[in-house]
């Protein structure tokens, strides 16, 4: 609504413009122009109900153009260099994935025009990555306290000070999963209790009008197991229920930083010894599976999947590695033709050149997937630049840019 509602202000603007000279252009004023002023914020507060994306782009946040720009600079192919410029242009997700990094939310929040939707990830559990070493965050396993008031509580302050402005949010990727098929592990065990009561804690502050949520629901390749589809639905819906099923939970996100492509059909792992025991061999069928599954559990399954990274198949040895695949390529740039009424959009989440995690074998987050054969080396900390992955991706952009 809000979208349309843009777009017949803009046409009338060009109708006008076309019909009477443009005024002479007065003198610039003077000082700088407040940065949000330029962008053209809404006028009004946004209430966003339904697809939040349509009608808006994906704000292209100034930490990935910085680091894309920088990357495009140091090139020495000047047709490649052309290439990855445009990179910058693409929405994607800013990761905040430490309390630090909530000191860059609001200089990027304050440029987000009325026709754009900021996007972020909300990504720094008591005891994160359970399963795995690369993304191990700072704050430990059980402290709930600092998560919610230095974490939540701060981000949620400085969205209240944003009411005109549309915001997309992915909640805590991997996290609910992680309960439901690791929770035999003793660090998933210790974050459980931690990962429950902090999503359900930042589902209910984050719950303002101009917000659209969707929570982590893994992959196809995860959740989508036969086994796993029913727990999954239950464990997103009880936490969204415990939140007290809050209004501007839109459903969920999948295929974060991952690989699987939308609606290849067989399936990238449809010949697998295992594959009887999962009907969702691409994303297509997991959200179309999934949703009907979480909606009966009480939760609405509107789903966003990340394509940021899944445009070449067949690199994998198996389904679950997950750490800088080698040969990927950038995938569909986001858009809400996805064909698929359940799927509000596809997005890029994991920001393409930033790392899944290291291959040093001597650095305390060092996880075997990322020594293993199909993973790119040398790759370095988990959210760090990688130069070389950012070009690999580039050359193999399926569209190609
Ligand atoms: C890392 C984060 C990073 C994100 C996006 C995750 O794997 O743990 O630190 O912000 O990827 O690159």
Same mark, same amino acid.
């Given at each position: 609504m809000k979208g349309l509602q843009y777009a017949t202000l803009v046409a009338s603007a060009i109708t006008g413009a076309l019909?009477?000279? +443009?005024? $002479?252009?007065? *003198?610039?004023?003077?000082?700088?122009i407040p940065a949000r002023a330029a962008a053209a914020a809404c006028a009004t507060p946004v209430t966003l109900s339904g697809n939040p994306f349509t009608g808006r782009t994906i704000y292209a946040n100034k930490e990935y153009s910085?680091?894309?720009?920088?990357?495009?600079?140091?090139?020495?192919?000047? +047709?490649? $260099?052309?290439? *990855?410029?445009?990179?910058?242009?693409?929405?994607t997700f800013l990761w905040i994935d430490?309390?630090?990094r909530i000191s860059v939310v609001e200089e990027n929040l304050k440029d987000v025009a009325c026709n754009q939707i900021a996007a972020f990830v909300i990504y720094d559990l008591p005891g994160r990555d359970c399963a795995a070493k690369a993304s191990n965050g700072e704050l430990a396993a059980g402290d709930l306290a600092t998560y919610k008031s230095e974490y939540i509580d701060p981000i949620v302050a400085i969205f209240k000070k944003y009411p005109n402005t549309a915001i997309a949010l992915v909640i805590e990727p991997d996290s609910l999963p992680n309960l439901v098929t690791n929770k035999d592990l003793q660090t998933c065990k210790d974050s459980a209790d931690g990962y429950k009561q902090g999503v359900a804690y930042a589902l209910k502050q984050l719950n303002l009008p101009n917000i659209a949520m969707y929570i982590d629901a893994g992959h196809g390749g995860w959740l989508g197991w036969n086994d796993n589809l029913k727990p999954g639905a239950n464990m997103l819906a009880q936490v969204y229920k415990d939140a007290g099923s809050p209004k501007q939970v839109r459903g969920i996100s999948t295929n974060v930083a991952g690989w699987n492509a939308f609606d290849l059909s067989p399936g990238e792992f449809s010949k697998a010894t295992d594959a009887q025991w999962n009907k969702c061999q691409?994303?297509?069928?997991?959200?179309?599976?999934?949703?009907?599954l979480l909606k009966s559990a009480g939760m609405p399954g509107q789903a966003i999947i990340d394509t940021g990274r899944n445009a070449v198949t067949g690199l994998r040895k198996e389904w679950g590695d997950w750490c800088n695949v080698n040969g990927a390529?950038?995938?569909?740039?986001?858009?809400?033709?996805?064909?698929?009424?359940?799927?509000?959009?596809?997005?890029?989440?994991?920001p393409g050149g930033e790392s899944d995690g290291t291959s040093d074998t001597g650095a305390t987050r060092y996880d075997s997937f990322c020594g293993k054969e199909d993973a790119f080396k040398p790759a370095p900390e988990a959210g760090t630049w990688n130069q070389a992955y950012f070009e690999m991706l580039l050359k193999n952009a399926k569209p190609a840019f």
């Open positions: 019909a009477a000279p +443009a005024p $002479a252009p007065t *003198a610039a004023p003077e000082g700088p910085k680091e894309v720009i920088a990357a495009a600079a140091s090139m020495t192919d000047s +047709a490649l $260099a052309a290439k *990855a410029s445009k990179v910058a242009d693409v929405g430490t309390r630090a691409n994303e297509k069928i997991f959200v179309d599976t999934f949703s009907p390529g950038f995938g569909v740039r986001p858009t809400t033709s996805t064909g698929d009424s359940l799927v509000d959009s596809f997005v890029w989440v994991k």
